[in-house]
């Protein structure tokens, strides 16, 4: 961050999409029609001024939060929602462009832990609830003081020096998942943790402050963790802090498991650059890489405890008690019919493929498996249902069968043509009859 005047504004209009410029002019229009102090706050604050742009915008108004939000969904032809409990709402804008804005508050914690009372509160109040100081900057957006930094707590200062530290003593204790927060916001920018604040961690950790957090909420945290580029690495230093006990007693992160998940990360990027990135959940796919070691049973418990779906954990269940034979069968020497490697890998979702693949020390089969990924499983067959509903067949789970057999022919290349399909189909119809 380069040293600079306490003024931003230049870094406002250089860096942010123009729409957004244009969001924060009305903005800026609306708190002083109405005579509001209005802020940049947050994430937007501090990724400027480490010269990266930003889409999530959050606007803080002194005391009138929620009228503003309504007005200025209104100016700008957008919609908005509001959660009256935490004082804040979310604006959409035409275009799908978000702000959050927040009424200044203060929060008080009834137990460690536990969702925070809220109440209103100054500017100042508002900055010292939050978790480090380098997301505790604001930027005033009136137009007389447009662009200025409020910096109370040294954020610019650990910022140009890469450094994440908490507000007071008390921020674990107020909010574990800030914990887990602080990890990430390590990894994503190369940071480092300042020594008081890293031992206010271990000392979270020790007494065990994260009982009184709610599954969802760690899950909120980590989901967070798991769509940033390099997972790996926070998971191991969550494994580091001794953070991974909150997720389950028994978890570790062992230098073999850092490999698999250095492997997963790239494998997702070949995936996603193969498919255009649509439709893979980090988090079902790092969650399950990262409890992996726990065994099938724990795999199943802790999966229900972070509400992974039903469908996701069975096949993570599964997959985690076939792993040896999976790999032991596409990973044997000589010719694999490739029906064999579909039927190997035909029930699971690509996510729970992909951290499977990770885990083969074996190239070939590992080749094996992106070859189902890019081409077996997409294979379709020139016959349906319908061709099968004109041979007499009566509709029901012999359907399925019979097109599943005449499938793994045709990845073997045993029919080629609709002729050959209809042919098998009709062969194998046949020999149910006569079954
Ligand atoms: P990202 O770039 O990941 O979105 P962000 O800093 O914008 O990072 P958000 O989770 O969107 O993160 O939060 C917005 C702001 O709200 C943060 O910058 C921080 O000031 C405050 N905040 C969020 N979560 C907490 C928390 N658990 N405790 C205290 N302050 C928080």
């Not at 957004?20 to 005579?35: E, F, H, M, N, Q």
Request: aromatic content about 8%; hydrophobic content about 40%; proline content about 5%.
């Amino acid at each position: 961050v380069p040293e600079g005047p306490h003024n931003i504004a230049s870094m406002i209009s250089s860096q942010l999409d123009p729409r957004l410029v244009r969001l924060l002019k009305t903005a800026t229009s609306l708190a002083d029609r109405r005579g509001w102090k209005a802020y940049l706050v947050g994430g937007a604050v501090r990724d400027l001024l480490l010269g990266k742009s930003t889409f999530d915008l959050d606007i803080l108004v002194e005391e009138h939060g929620l009228k503003f939000a309504r007005e200025y969904a209104r100016l700008g032809k957008g919609t908005f929602k509001i959660y009256r409990r935490f004082y804040t709402a979310l604006v959409i804008f035409p275009g799908g462009l978000k702000v959050d804005v927040t009424t200044t508050r203060s929060e008080e914690y009834p137990r460690p832990g536990a969702l925070p009372e809220v109440v209103p509160a100054s500017l100042e109040e508002d900055l010292l609830r939050r978790d480090f100081t380098i997301n505790a900057l604001a930027v005033s957006l009136n137009r007389s003081s447009f662009g200025r930094l409020i910096d109370r707590c040294g954020g610019r200062r650990d910022l140009e020096e890469g450094i994440i530290r908490v507000l007071h003593p008390r921020s674990f204790r107020d909010d574990p998942t800030r914990i887990f927060r602080a990890v990430r916001f390590q990894q994503r920018f190369g940071f480092s943790i300042e020594a008081g604040t890293e031992e206010l961690i271990r000392s979270a950790v020790s007494i065990k402050m994260f009982e009184a957090v709610s599954p969802e909420r760690l899950r909120r945290e980590l989901e967070l963790i798991m769509k940033e580029p390099h997972p790996a690495r926070a998971f191991a230093a969550m494994a580091r802090y001794d953070e991974l006990r909150f997720i389950h007693p028994d978890l570790v992160f062992s230098p073999a498991q850092l490999q698999s998940v250095e492997r997963l990360e790239k494998d997702c990027r070949w995936f996603k650059k193969q498919f255009g990135g649509n439709g893979l959940s980090a988090w079902r796919m790092y969650f399950g890489a990262l409890i992996w070691p726990l065994g099938a049973e724990e795999l199943e418990k802790t999966g229900k405890k972070f509400n992974l779906s039903q469908k996701v954990l069975k096949q993570l269940v599964r997959a985690k008690r076939d792993e040896k034979i999976l790999s032991g069968s596409l990973s044997s020497p000589g010719d694999l019919p490739p029906s064999r490697i579909f039927s190997a890998l035909e029930k699971l979702d690509p996510e729970i493929i992909l951290i499977l693949m990770s885990r083969f020390a074996s190239s070939r089969a590992r080749t094996r498996t992106k070859d189902y990924l890019v081409k077996l499983r997409r294979e379709k067959l020139e016959i349906s249902g319908q061709d099968l509903k004109k041979t007499g067949l009566l509709p029901g789970p012999r359907y399925r069968k019979v097109l599943r057999r005449v499938l793994l022919a045709r990845l073997d290349g045993e029919v080629r043509s609709r002729r050959d399909e209809l042919a098998l189909a009709r062969r194998l119809i046949d020999k149910t009859r006569n079954d």
